[in-house]
């Protein structure tokens, strides 16, 4: 199993709302990703966890909370979004988390915030 | 700043002939360089990568070349195939830094 698999594929929210999105894998891998990327745009990191621990966070406004519940597992709960954060929100994989490594990605959430 | 540039953002080759893809870099402390691909609403798929300490990697039709004094690389896919249409990104790690950074992309279309 070589797949990263990200639900929902797709989400419309209001600006009021909370949601989730969830993102698993089964490869045994043990570091996990989320990245956002605007029509056109390169992906742009946002956190990184590694053994479950959150090791990298860009700078990412706290309207965005990732959660890691074990190896597995990876979600990204929103609250109170604009609607500048719509993009497509990837998830991505990697053996270990320490660099020099190739990241798998799931085919994403498209978001869009009204 | 671009650390990774793709300068080219857009490119349409003929089927059976050779598409070459390029990418420059400005750090010189990135030792790692990946290239991916990715369909529109899909999540980017990885294609072949090369570590600084070669100059050469081929998988299949893909071929990656490195050239660490021009701090260029480049994609060449041989014979290009119309299901080769997508955006190729180009993106690099700093040693062991854990953030892969991405070029802007080349959106690829290959012509039947």
């Known amino acids: 199993d070589t797949e990263v698999t990200q639900t929902p594929k797709h989400l419309v929210m209001g600006m009021t709302n909370k949601k989730s999105l969830k993102c698993e894998q089964h490869?045994?891998?043990?570091?996990m990703y989320w990245y956002k990327q605007k029509a056109k745009k390169p992906p742009e990191l946002m956190f990184v966890y590694s053994y479950e621990k959150l090791s990298i966070n860009e700078s990412v406004p706290s309207r965005f909370s990732p959660e890691c519940p074990n190896s597995s597992l990876l979600n990204l709960h929103l609250h109170a979004l604009q609607p500048e954060d719509s993009a497509l929100y990837l998830c991505?994989?990697?053996?270990?988390?320490?660099?020099?490594?190739?990241?798998?990605f799931g085919s994403g959430t498209q978001l869009s915030v009204l | 700043d671009q650390q990774v540039k793709q300068n080219s953002p857009s490119l349409s080759v003929q089927e059976g002939r050779i598409s070459i893809l390029n990418c420059d870099y400005t750090?010189?402390?990135?030792?790692?360089f990946l290239w991916y691909k990715k369909y529109p609403a899909e999540g980017p798929t990885f294609l072949i990568s090369?570590?600084?300490?070669?100059d050469k990697n081929e998988d299949g039709r893909f071929t990656v070349f490195l050239n660490k004094s021009a701090k260029h690389l480049s994609l060449h896919i041989v014979p290009s195939q119309p299901g080769d249409s997508a955006v190729y990104f180009c993106?690099?790690?700093?040693?062991?830094?854990?953030?892969?950074?991405f070029g802007s992309g080349t959106q690829l279309t290959v012509l039947p």
């Open positions: 991505a994989s990697s053996l270990r988390g320490t660099g020099n490594e190739k990241l798998f």
């Open positions: 490869m045994g891998h043990r570091a």
């Open positions: 750090n010189s402390m990135f030792d790692y």
């Open positions: 993106a690099a790690y700093p040693g062991s830094a854990r953030q892969l950074t």
């Open positions: 090369i570590s600084s300490i070669k």
